[in-house]
């Protein structure tokens, strides 16, 4: 026997997609769907757990997935959202069957797709771990001996006879993710779990899913699109693409394989995006009907030198007269690390009407490092309401120019999220 | 190695799994635990209700059944008669309703961990036991107020229970398994409860019914439990003849709950 722990075996897994509603134009029919509803209805919920060869309404979310982990492994797996990363990790923690193929695991497994499963308002800080602690499989002798290191661990101590309704959002978390670190499985599933709580709270996280990852033969399935802590915790990656395996390796090339600009150009692609009314993002009265992304020249590009500048040129349609519009775009680098936040606010003065708006905004030469950028925008009024949630809107690559604007860096991948050219001087003193 | 899982498509029939069930013991306490803490948080009288709806019940009943219809009793006092019948069944019928429920209103439990999932209607029957138990105290107390003796009819009270049990969990699995799918469960199941409350016999005698029918009727298990509740706390001979005919059912039941249930659980996660 081999010393493989979990071996997935050809896993596919099939959901169903919901079918359309269709309406009748006229009253008679109109009446008549009415008549007929139930009967539709039940044949639509019936048809929610049993599946034909001949139906068309079905969706893949996994296809034919292998791969084989050995003990002590810790696999990133990778992929954008609706790769079928969730669904791999529903199947290999039982929540729900493969539709064909496998899966053998050896050892004991806990599953943490959500931190704090099972909390309920009304009981105390102290019996939700309990609660928690049950349902993700540990026993209650086990509980009651880690209990003093748990509640230490969440820093919640003082309010653990507390009912979990009058903790903020923070407790909650910090107390769930106490409960989800004392497990002490032979194998750990995780999902996006350490992208919760606040900065001081994830680096604690991560610190403590560290030293899980490194525990004793430990074998470790993680999911995330945090690329700097998949890079930190794992050794081996799978990228998972529209449900299958694109590529299984060593996390660095996995990541390498994933990110934008090493994908084929499959986002790098975009440099202008056109909504139509209904799927524009944003809401009410703010909505992102174009964008594009350009050089100097106006031509809508995903490459560009360091030595020019980046356009970004945005066209906001606004429903009614706005006041303290604030739009904002982050600038991220490739392993999802905000390198700034830029913001309209002390541009836009006071009012918008309405009407169809366009915002430029420039991001400055000679100041971008050779490597892959993301652009992040989000648009609301402070305090007020939020327009326009965080959105990866477009991804580009600088390279350095081979022409004489950027005489200062010659060749070669300097280190460092930017480069800015910075002026240097000398003076003899002496 | 010990512990290999291999997970694969479920296909047909597959009876429960009581060791696996048995590892998740801890896990049942505690969701047991949690449904009595829930239901009685942040209430004045918290546990007291317990008492209160059935003894209102059973007043309710007295005058309007007792007093005004005059329906017979057999001699029994009323509020005595109807207080052993009422008891088992707002255990009956508060069970049905929360283990209907119970895989809807934790579907987020569901989509996120696996563990068996027959312990959340199995958490919701062990958790109404509380009220039921508390409110035993109401019948010493009638037993006492009336004066009545009872005699060694008690000693197959326990069965009865299980009778109860099986039948409240069959039917609890069934339906929080229907409900996933066809939520109209929980829509129908509210009247439904109140209407075949007048196909036991609460507020009557069976004595009512008449013998074309009796078969018939003894078929429904909680026909069986009332009638054995009563001639158990009040010193009469077992009517064998209305309990054992529920009592196949109550089993069929349970073991059909059982099957569809563990059928129907791997669909859970995906359409909950």
Known sequence: MSD???????????????????????????????????????????????????DDSVFWALKDINFELKKGEVLGIIGKNGAGKSTLLK?????????TGTVKIRGRVASLLEVGTGFHPELTGLENVYMNGTILGMRRKEIDKKFAEIVAFSGVEKFINTPVKFYSSGMKVRLGFAVAAHLDPEILIVDEVLSVGDAEFQKKAMGKMK?????????????????????????????????????????????????????????LDTAVVEWDEETAPGQGEVRLIKAFISGNDALPRNTFSTSEAVNIQLFLKIGSTLRNLRVNLQLLDDEENIIFTTTSQNFVQGILVEGIHQAMVQIPPDLLNERNYNIRLSAGIQGVQNYIL?????????????????????????????APVLEWRFTQVN | MDNVIIIKPGKGWVFVNVKELWLYRDLLYFLTMRGIKAKYAQSVLGIGWAIIQPVVTML?????????????????????????????????SGTLTESANSLITNASIITKVYFPRLVLPLASVFSRLLDFIIAFVIVIVLLIYYQVMPGFSLVWLPLLIIQLLLTSLGLGMTLSAMAVQYRDVKHALTFMVQILMYAAPV??????????????????????????????????????????????????????????FRKMERFFADVA
């Open chain 1, 4 to 54: 493989s722990v979990i071996i997935a075996d050809n896993i596919s897994k099939r959901y169903r997609l919901g079918l359309e509603e269709k309406g009748d134009k006229t009253l008679a029919g109109q009446f008549m769907n009415m008549v007929k509803a139930p009967f539709q209805n039940f044949k639509r919920l019936t048809s929610l757990s049993k599946f034909r060869a001949d």
């Open chain 1, 91 to 99: 199947i290999l923690s039982r929540i729900t069957d493969p539709t």
């Open chain 1, 211 to 267: 030293e899980v990852t490194t525990g004793e033969g430990r074998t470790v399935l993680f999911v995330s699109h945090n690329m700097r802590a998949v890079k930190r915790l794992c050794k081996r990656g799978i990228v998972l693409s529209n449900g299958s395996v694109a590529f299984d390796g060593g996390i660095e090339e996995a990541v390498n394989f994933y990110l934008p600009g090493n994908d084929e150009g499959e986002t």
């Open chain 1, 390 to 418: 965080p959105f990866s809107l477009f991804s580009f690559k600088m390279s350095f120019a081979d022409n004489a604007s950027a005489p200062l860096h010659v060749s070669g991948k300097w280190p460092g999220v930017v």
């Open chain 2, 60 to 92: 309710v009943f007295t005058i309007i059944f007792g007093r005004v219809a005059k329906v017979s009793s057999d001699g029994i006092p009323y509020a005595l008669f109807s207080f052993l019948g009422v008891w088992p069944w707002t255990y009956f």
């Open chain 2, 203 to 260: 507020v009557y005698s069976t004595t009512a019914v008449p013998a074309a029918y009796r078969f018939w009727f003894s078929l429904n298990p909680m026909v069986g439990v009332i009638e054995g509740f009563r001639a158990s706390f009040l010193d009469k001979p077992m009517p064998w003849a209305w309990i054992w005919p529920g009592s196949m059912v109550a089993l069929l039941l349970f073991v059909f709950g059982a099957l569809y």
